[in-house]
């Protein structure tokens, strides 16, 4: 099973769907088990729906009454249904629990998008204030600027270096400003673009998961996103080979998930989950190792996980808000830095020229 591209990603192609899917694996699994068969679930299910996934339902309906498994029909749906919720679907159909293998699924579904809600939200201010000061700097070097670079050089004084650097930086986007504006965009649309890249993927997860006070928040996220992918597929009767498999595909940092695919490959020789998640310490905590232990030991390994996640996810919400709270006065002084040097830029010259006629 190949790892997924970060551009054919369900959750980034179709992100509102998300919420949409979670209220129908939900609905899926009542209309189940009040005694409907899957293809009457799906035609009212379709009914019920709207937009994208109402023609994603109506495929998956009309496949279904063709003949094929609801298993063969979402599979076709990879930019809707991700590799946990069709293992879980194919375990339930196989093995007549698909019902109660669709409620696991929905509530995996809706504790990660509550993980992302909470990452979403302490980054929108940030991501706000950087824009929006960009777009501000970039406006100002490109009209401001240059009319206030004549002014200055007129005067006919020794100007001090704050202002020497913003004369300088006025000429360069007056000779160049339809360059430089143009081309600083498409620079960090490019770094976005190679960041995410399978070649740079590697080095970007290594570097991010060193960043002091950043690394926790990640190394949270992905241990809350790897208990409950786990959790959730040993629970739907997902065997651990596959369930590892899977998780392998869904995790979205390298170094998590070159370590389960390492687990995937290892487990088949016979090792014990526990043993083989001791051997990363630096990804898996030590109270990761032993609750895997004490759950292998008592056959609770899913109940043993998703306890985890809960746990994980807890601290990931609780780390989103501190983080917000950390970085918007750090965004503030950077900012109240780059508005003083201007200002000092522009008002030195001016008062050491007022002072001069007034003696």
Not at 139 to 156: E, I, K, R, Y
Not at 345 to 352: D, G, K, V
């Amino acid at each position: 099973m190949d790892t997924i591209p970060w551009y054919k990603r369900e959750y980034f192609l179709l992100p509102i769907l998300r919420t949409d899917i979670v209220t129908m694996a939900e609905n899926f699994a009542v209309m189940l088990e009040a005694g409907l068969i899957v293809p009457e679930a799906l035609d009212t299910l379709a009914d019920q729906s709207t937009g994208a996934l109402k023609s994603v339902l109506v495929r998956v309906h009309t496949k279904v009454c063709a003949g094929e498994t609801l298993t063969d029909a979402i599979k076709k749906e990879k930019r809707v249904f991700d590799p946990v919720f069709v293992s879980s679907v194919r375990v339930g159909e196989t093995s007549g629990t698909l019902a109660e293998n669709l409620r696991h699924v929905a509530g995996q579904l809706e504790r990660d998008l509550e993980i992302r809600r909470n990452v979403q939200g302490a980054m929108l201010y940030p991501s706000i204030v950087i824009i929006t000061t960009l777009s501000i700097g970039l406006a100002l070097a490109t009209f401001v600027l240059p009319q206030m670079a004549d002014v200055f050089s007129s005067l006919g004084t020794e100007l001090p270096v704050s202002t020497q650097v913003v004369i300088w930086l006025a000429e360069m986007f007056n000779l160049y400003g339809f360059i430089i504006t143009p081309g600083f965009v498409l620079l960090v649309a490019g770094l976005f673009v190679l960041a995410r890249s399978r070649f740079m993927q590697p080095l970007v997860d290594t570097f991010t998961l060193k960043i002091p006070g950043v690394n926790t928040f990640l190394y949270d996220l992905n241990l809350a996103r790897f208990s409950r992918s786990l959790g959730t597929m040993l629970k739907s009767g997902v065997p651990i080979q596959e369930a590892l498999e899977i998780t392998s595909v869904v995790l979205s940092n390298y170094r998590y998930r070159d370590s389960v695919k390492t687990m995937h490959q290892k487990i088949a020789s016979g090792e014990s989950f526990s043993e083989l998640v001791a051997e990363y310490p630096r990804l898996y905590p030590k109270i990761i190792q032993r609750m895997i232990a004490v759950g292998e030991r008592s056959g609770g390994m899913s109940d043993t996980l998703e306890y985890m996640a809960r746990h994980y996810e807890q601290k990931v919400e609780i780390r989103a808000k501190n983080l917000s709270t950390i970085v918007e006065p750090i965004l503030l002084l950077v900012i109240g830095l780059a508005v003083a040097f201007l200002a000092m830029a522009i008002f030195t010259p001016i008062y050491s020229i007022t002072e001069g006629l007034s003696l």
